[in-house]
């Protein structure tokens, strides 16, 4: 099993900045990815942001050059450092882990951290 603990979120104003944090602790060998998911209320559960093991990188269209995924391997987690924010980023963001094992991918997921985007 693989634990996650999220922090880092609050409310800022839009323009404003938030970095969030996830910390795996627990079987964190042969973890592959991880990343950042978000939900907005009433929609669906949305990637925002992946980093693999090796450094390479993935975010949505909407965050681009805005988001910046990074990961400590040493220290098993990964950081999402948000810029130039918009009420539209507002939404319970999720950490997500993925491992393989044994041929088998398996997903973790963090409790969520609100960040809430004021106008």
């Known amino acids: 099993q693989v634990q996650l603990v999220e922090s880092g979120g609050g409310l800022v104003q839009a323009g404003g900045s938030l970095k969030l944090s996830c910390a795996a602790s627990?079987?964190?060998?042969?973890?592959?990815?991880m990343g950042w998911y978000r939900q907005a209320p009433g929609k669906q559960r949305e990637l925002v942001a992946v980093i693999s093991s090796t450094g390479s990188t993935n975010y949505a269209d909407s965050v681009k050059g805005r988001f910046t995924i990074s990961r400590d391997n040493a220290k098993n987690t990964v950081y999402l450092e948000m810029s130039s924010l918009k009420p539209e980023d507002t939404a319970v963001y999720y950490c997500n882990t993925e491992r393989v094992l044994g041929g088998i991918f398996y997903d973790y997921w963090g409790q969520g951290t609100q960040v809430t985007v004021s106008s």
């Open positions: 627990g079987s964190t060998f042969s973890i592959v990815a």
